[in-house]
């Protein structure tokens, strides 16, 4: 009969305790003091702290919490716990004073747990993109508490693509999953993809805070040629005798390939690689030269605008300012190198023969050439 009765009586005693402390002054002058004032501890680990209740109460005070064990010693109450492993308390301190009301203190507690885990994922599941294409990046972070003391942030190799935190609030531990969308470059081809998850849990928790990272992703983006210089350079003019160099450089993925036309020959018009050279120009060398870079996604067109200047002629108009060869800038289009780097083995030029006939026919059979070219890449 009895035993019946004691969940009620201890539900009766904690409800009127509770009652009791409710009731209570948080700001009298005299208040218990807790050391410290506030506490961060790791779900499960163990931790301890202090009230010292007042000066010269005698009686009737006490501590307030359900976990762990509490040790009095005149008016200091110390509190320890081996494994805290609750959510959400509210230690209360208290006294009371002579008037008979009561003086109360509360201790903050924190009580953290780093996630379990923390998985980047894509909505489409695919890390192969293109160009310009919107990735919606999804940051899983699981069983972590507080929630509102996270952040996350999403990373590509060490720069980082934006940060998020939850609005949610709760003690308890919970799983949530933050969203990024950014639009892909070229510069993303080949590049990691993580996020991690941070609990920031202040100059009292640990530090540096607590950091779980996902797994790294590598995408890759298919992206059409992109020239290192101008399609339309400026019109070259070169002196009869000289190299001629002739560079249309350009980045892409995957690899472009590159195809020359120019209204010398057609021996010379299926010739790859980005450099272009004639070791020594004659001035039927003047005319265009189109370089087309071509890869899966796209390609782009470089008309090159060649004049040939006699050598007696050059030798009057050395001053021409059109006529630069500057050995500095070796990758530009628009300009034509200096004799030095003619030889230059790194460059894989593609010199070519040449047959001489009228201008107005290469013209022609320039135009025919790379009409043709184009629509068979068509
Ligand atoms: C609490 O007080 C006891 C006795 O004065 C001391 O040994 C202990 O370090 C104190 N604990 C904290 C957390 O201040
Ligand atoms: C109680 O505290 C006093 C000093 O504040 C100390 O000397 C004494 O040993 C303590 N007693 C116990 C049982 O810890
Ligand atoms: C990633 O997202 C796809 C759908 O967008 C989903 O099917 C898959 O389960 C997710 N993977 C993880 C590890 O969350
Ligand atoms: C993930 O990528 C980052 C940035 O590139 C790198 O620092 C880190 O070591 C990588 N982690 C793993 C596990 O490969
Ligand atoms: C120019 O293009 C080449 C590829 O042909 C590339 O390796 C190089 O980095 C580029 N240079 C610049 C300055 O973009
Ligand atoms: C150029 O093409 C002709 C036929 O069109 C060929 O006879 C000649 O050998 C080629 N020259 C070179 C250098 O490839
Ligand atoms: C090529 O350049 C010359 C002289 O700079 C100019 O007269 C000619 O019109 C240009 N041709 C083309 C097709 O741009
Ligand atoms: C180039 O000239 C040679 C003779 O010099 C001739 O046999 C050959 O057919 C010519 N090639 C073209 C494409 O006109
Ligand atoms: C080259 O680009 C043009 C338009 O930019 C496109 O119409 C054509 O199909 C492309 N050709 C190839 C071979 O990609």
Redesign the pocket.
């Known amino acids: 009969m009895f035993v019946r009765f004691i969940p009620l009586v201890v539900c009766l005693v904690s409800f009127l305790r509770s009652f009791h402390v409710s009731g209570c002054d948080h700001s009298c002058a005299d208040k218990p003091v807790f050391t410290p004032s506030r506490l961060v501890v790791k779900y499960g680990d163990p931790t301890s702290a202090n009230c010292s209740v007042c000066q010269h109460c005698q009686s009737s005070f006490g501590l307030e919490i359900p976990v762990g064990n509490q040790e009095i010693n005149g008016t200091l109450i110390s509190w320890t716990v081996d494994h805290l492993t609750e959510w959400g308390l509210y230690p209360l301190c208290y006294y009371t004073a002579a008037a008979g009301h009561q003086c109360c203190s509360s201790l903050e507690i924190t009580v953290y747990k780093p996630p379990d885990n923390v998985v980047l994922n894509i909505t489409g599941n695919s890390w192969v993109w293109s160009e310009g294409q919107n990735i919606p990046l999804e940051c899983s972070v699981q069983n972590v508490a507080p929630v509102e003391n996270l952040r996350v942030t999403f990373y590509r190799g060490q720069r980082q693509l934006g940060q998020k935190q939850s609005n949610k609030k709760g003690d308890k531990p919970v799983s949530e999953t933050f969203h990024l969308d950014f639009t892909s470059t070229k510069e993303d081809n080949g590049g990691e993809f993580w996020c991690e998850a941070e609990l920031l849990l202040g100059p009292d928790g640990p530090q540096p805070p607590p950091v779980v990272k996902s797994r790294n992703f590598s995408a890759t983006v298919f992206y059409e040629p992109q020239l290192n210089g101008s399609s339309s350079p400026d019109p070259i003019t070169i002196r009869e005798g000289d190299p001629l160099h002739l560079d249309c450089s350009a980045v892409g993925n995957p690899e472009p390939t590159y195809m020359w036309v120019n209204h010398q020959s057609s021996n010379s018009s299926s010739s790859e690689g980005s450099v272009f050279m004639i070791t020594s120009v004659t001035p039927a060398d003047k005319g265009l030269y189109a370089c087309i870079v071509?890869n899966d996604v796209?390609?782009t067109t470089v008309v090159f605008n060649v004049t040939v200047r006699g050598r007696e002629f050059y030798t009057t108009t050395v001053e021409n300012p059109t006529t630069v060869t500057n050995p500095t800038t070796m990758t530009n289009p628009t300009t034509v190198t200096n004799p030095t780097t003619a030889e230059n083995p790194t460059m894989t030029p593609t010199t070519t023969e040449r047959n001489r006939s009228s201008s107005s026919v290469l013209i022609h059979r320039f135009i025919w050439c790379f009409m043709l070219l184009v629509s068979v890449?068509?």
């Open positions: 071509h796209g390609n890449l068509v």
